[in-house]
């Protein structure tokens, strides 16, 4: 090789798990023919890593949403922790040097986060950019997942978002902003909690719940409390996520009917093994959610439709037909109708419930159906970044056990295997 290092050696230097030098740097621009073009990106990491201006950018405090209105740079991530090379740096390391060409290259000019001046005041169309900022990062997440370059893309959307509370806002427009924000942190928080990132989502759920308690809007605290409670049944403590889905309905009067449907949470019982305050709460979500009309739903409530309260039902009468064949007809009719209603916008939450379909039908003796269902499920899957796609899809593994010597099966348990390594 010409640099006469080993394709090992290059690949650690990749990852950041060996350093680079200048000579090293030098060697490598001769061997890529990149003209100096690595040479001077290298003094430009080298001097970014030497600068302590840099280094004081990177500190922030611990986020504390609950502490009431955040300060400044409250919800800001320390991206370097004082052991590792500024993120210039890294990503000199992570792509420079595998760089083909210099056309590949990382962009050296790219500005540091934070160096835009907040505005010396609230305007509506600050608020706008939050809304929209809210949007897009919902329509990604529910294509994509919630991992890689999703939440990361928008976490500066965040850390700017949370600095405009510091800023003197008109009093008309203190509560829409406070719902603006707190509707970006309960967006991120979700996407964090799909990802498997429970701190961040812990905090930014929190966060955003309480946003919506300053703002008054009970509508946007529903939409928190909701996903708070999800967060807490998908990680085991059950009875947390019913107390959370209570703190939600507090006041229910003044909820849509979507609201309340979606927090009347059947599987926070079910996961509880208390098999009919299940059923009798999917009676109600059903009932209640019957009432809904269009238009009357804040854009946070979009997801809720008739495919998404047919999921959500669809997974609680799943984990009560584990152990009670009686649920597993209920079960089965709710997981199919949200697959076939959800549309390509919500491409996880349809490969969510397609697995979760697939799992049910091969557990109760179902086969070659449920294989049929799986693939369909898997082709889906595969495009997602999502945690808890990827733990669904480990559940669906262990239920083709029982037929693994089959060969459609075989062929199945490859795919799952496949899409599941890391």
């Known amino acids: 090789m010409k640099v006469q290092l080993s394709g090992t050696m290059v690949e650690r230097i990749e990852k950041n798990e060996r350093t680079c030098t200048t000579e090293l740097a030098r060697r490598l621009d001769q ?89 010396k005041s609230i305007r509506p169309q600050d608020i706008d950019q939050i809304r929209a900022a809210s949007t897009a990062l919902a329509q990604w997440d529910n294509l994509y997942g919630g991992g890689g370059m999703v939440r990361e893309a928008f976490i500066g959307h965040l850390r700017w978002a949370n600095d405009l509370l ?13 719902t603006a924000v707190g509707q970006l942190a309960i967006t991120m928080g979700a996407s964090a909690f799909d990802a498997y990132d429970h701190p961040t989502a812990t905090r930014l759920l929190s966060f955003g719940t309480r946003c919506a308690e300053e703002a008054a809007n009970w509508h946007l605290r529903a939409v928190g409390c909701n996903w708070q409670a999800r967060q807490a049944i998908w990680t085991g403590t059950p009875d947390e996520g019913l107390t959370h889905a209570e703190q939600g309905l507090v006041r229910a009067e003044r909820l849509t009917p979507r609201e309340q449907a979606m927090l009347h949470n059947a599987r926070a019982h079910a996961k509880m093994g208390h098999h009919q305050e299940a059923l009798t709460a999917i009676a109600t979500s059903d009932e209640i959610f019957s009432y809904a009309r269009p238009g009357e739903d804040g854009p946070w409530m979009t997801y809720y439709d008739h495919a998404q309260h047919h999921g959500d039902t669809g997974h609680a009468a799943f984990d009560l037909a584990l152990t009670n064949p009686r649920t597993v007809r209920t079960a089965a009719q709710r997981l199919h109708t949200a697959v076939q209603h959800h549309t390509d916008s919500y491409l996880r939450s349809r490969a969510l419930s397609g697995t979760k379909l697939a799992t049910l039908l091969m557990t109760t003796g179902d086969p070659h159906h449920a294989t049929a269902t799986a693939h369909r499920a898997l082709d889906e899957a595969g495009r997602l970044r999502s945690q808890r796609a990827l733990d669904d899809l480990r559940a669906l593994g262990r239920s083709t056990h029982p037929y693994r010597h089959h060969p459609d099966i075989t062929e199945l348990r490859h795919r799952i295997t496949t899409l599941i390594t890391p």
């Not at 950018?57 to 590792?84: C, E, M, V």
């Not at 008309?172 to 902003?177: F, G, R, Y």
């Open 31 to 119: 061997a890529l023919d990149a003209g100096g073009a690595l040479i001077h990106i290298w003094e430009r990491v080298q001097a970014e890593a030497d600068s302590p201006r840099d280094a004081d950018k990177s500190a922030s405090p611990t986020p504390d949403p609950g502490s009431g209105t955040p300060a400044a740079g409250t919800l800001r991530r320390n991206t370097d922790d004082g052991s590792k090379p500024p993120v210039i740096r890294r990503r000199f390391l992570a792509g420079g040097m595998a760089a083909a060409a210099p056309a590949a290259l990382p962009c050296p000019d790219i500005p540091a986060a934070g160096t835009t001046p907040l505005p």
């Open 166 to 178: 510091t800023v003197p806002c008109p009093a008309h427009l203190h509560n829409t902003l406070f």
